[in-house]
């Protein structure tokens, strides 16, 4: 007789009775309410299934080494396709292919993109299909009823001895840096989605989780979002999600309507959706609250929303990990700063960022209508309504983190799209200012423009040091790129200074010989320590 004993996320299971043949997931749904509906004696384990991808690699795993379990009961709300992905799996097979991202896998005859690592036989996989039945909970069923109709333990003897495939740990080295907040901009949620990736992979510090896993994390990243369409979203096939699947997920966050289920799936309790606590968990409707507060009052800066209950969020687990809206209006602007506490970057930063911006567009629409009609808000002292448009979406990833589970992805990611993105970012003009560069008699004259070519600041100094202890002072550049571009034309300049018979400086350009002299000895020698010292 073999005894249940999971191999992988057993701190993420609900256990029972060890020689039990039932396995139970809930997908979406807590596992708590299923485990509170049934004795323990019913079932080996409950687990929750939330990834078509990387989920199911993992319960495929678990249930290869346990090969007691023969029938695996399916109950709770799919909001990602994985209640789907797990039936076709048991229904259709795999077949050889790969991942969206180009690695290998067996791939699941689906809709629903679900995959199984290779490393796993076909064999095994055949033979898991074969001898354990996949039930499914309709929405009409009772669960312990159900379970309790099922045929008595069908697994003597066992369909095979326990297969162990041990999932290959990847290798990764943490970086050195701030222990907390990094920023990151971007135009489109994909844009700034690649940056984080590459953040986290360069800076992030590694530690263990409750899920039995280990991640890279950074405290308290920025990410800063400028340009999004939420009429038109830009969703990349390298996302992690496809327009499809945000369909689905956006009602979660916008509505206060519980997840609706058209694949015949049982509705389960889900404990909340932020949209629940948004609209209606606190006898309140706060996004109605917020449109009402920005229309009356445009310079407000109290229209906040708040989804943590302190009355049960400290003691249950589940609570929500995003906490806290905050919308403000600055110019002809409607600005929106979120907090979320815990947030895996790699698997729901994307559809977060989206469904947000598709909630900041419903309150500037709303806003703008209410308060002057035609997308125009007046404010206090104007004399007539200002048009409003869409302003930044910022949102604060307490514990931004990327779980093990994908860090091949994620190099996968960074080493297709990063290098193309960065050397398009470079093209940019930096928020804080642009540089001319030039000689002024015996001086280096530097004049600061702003992005609209309006004058600034003038900077002087005989040194390339002087003016970028200036420059740094006033923390007037934005970019280590930036940075480093105004750095070297300095330090061209400052020779130029030094040595007017010998060179000739203009911004941008190599410096220009003037003779046929040759460079002095002292300006040929470790000269860049002094010129970056002034």
């Not at 697994?155 to 999932?167: A, I, R, V």
């Not at 003009?429 to 560069?437: A, E, K, M, T, W």
Request: hydrophobic share 35%; net charge negative.
């Amino acid at each position: 007789m073999s005894l249940f004993t999971p191999i992988y996320k057993g701190n993420a299971l609900i256990l029972g009775n060890p020689a039990s043949s039932v396995g139970i997931v809930t997908l979406w749904t807590l596992k708590a309410k299923a485990a509170a509906r049934l004795d323990p004696s019913d079932y080996a384990a409950i687990g929750q299934l939330y990834s078509p991808t990387q989920g199911l690699d993992y319960l495929v795993r678990n249930l290869l080494a346990n090969p007691s379990i023969r029938y695996l009961v399916v109950a709770g709300h799919d909001l990602s396709g994985s209640g789907r992905a797990l039936r076709d799996f048991f229904e259709r097979g795999v077949e050889e292919g790969q991942t969206s991202l180009g690695a290998p896998c067996w791939r699941v005859r689906s809709e629903v993109e679900s995959f199984v690592d290779p490393d796993i036989s076909r064999e095994a996989i055949e033979l898991l299909r074969q001898h354990v039945r996949l039930v499914v909970c309709a929405e009409r069923d009772n669960l312990r009823d159900l379970v309790g109709r099922l045929p008595p333990d069908p697994g003597q003897p066992l369909y095979t001895e326990p297969m162990l495939f041990h999932k290959r740990e990847p290798e990764v080295q943490t970086g050195v840096g701030e222990n907390a907040v990094y920023v990151v901009r971007g135009e489109t949620v994909a844009e700034t989605w690649v940056q984080i990736l590459h953040i986290i992979w360069s800076f992030g510090r590694v530690s263990d989780t409750h899920y039995d896993s280990r991640q890279k994390e950074i405290l308290d990243l920025v990410s800063v979002v400028t340009a999004e369409d939420p009429n038109s979203l830009f969703v990349p096939d390298y996302l992690p999600c496809t327009p499809a699947q945000l369909e689905v997920y956006f009602p979660t966050v916008l509505t206060a309507d519980p997840p609706h289920l058209s694949d015949g799936v049982t509705r389960q309790e889900v404990r909340y959706t932020y949209g629940q606590r948004l609209r209606s968990y606190f006898g309140v409707d706060q996004v109605e609250d917020v449109i009402a507060k920005l229309a009356r009052e445009r310079d407000s800066r109290s229209a906040a929303a708040s989804l943590w209950d302190p009355r049960t969020d400290h003691r249950l687990g589940g609570s929500p990990c995003l906490n806290h809206l905050w919308f403000r209006i600055v110019g002809d602007a409607l600005n929106l700063t979120s907090v979320i506490r815990s947030n895996d970057m790699y698997k729901a930063w994307p559809e977060n960022a989206f469904a947000l911006r598709k909630l900041q567009a419903i309150v500037r629409g709303e806003v703008a209508r209410r308060a002057g009609g035609g997308g125009e808000v007046c404010g206090r002292g104007d004399p007539a309504p200002t048009p409003l448009r869409l302003g930044d979406l910022v949102i604060v990833s307490e514990s931004a983190h990327i779980y093990d589970d994908d860090w091949d992805a994620t190099e996968h990611v960074l080493a297709r799209h990063y290098d193309e993105l960065a050397a398009r970012i470079r093209e940019r003009r930096d928020p804080r200012g642009n540089y001319l560069v030039e000689l002024d008699g015996d001086r280096i004259r530097v004049e600061r423009l702003a992005p609209s070519g309006e004058h600034v600041k003038h900077y002087y100094g005989k040194t390339a040091g002087a003016i970028m202890r200036q420059i740094d002072h006033d923390t007037a550049v934005s970019s280590v790129e930036h940075g480093l571009y105004l750095g070297s034309e300095l330090q061209k300049a400052e020779l130029a200074l030094r040595y007017p018979d010998l060179f000739e400086y203009v911004q941008d350009r190599p410096l220009a010989r003037r003779g046929p002299a040759a460079l002095p000895t002292e300006a040929t020698t470790s000269r860049s320590n002094r010129l970056v010292a002034g």
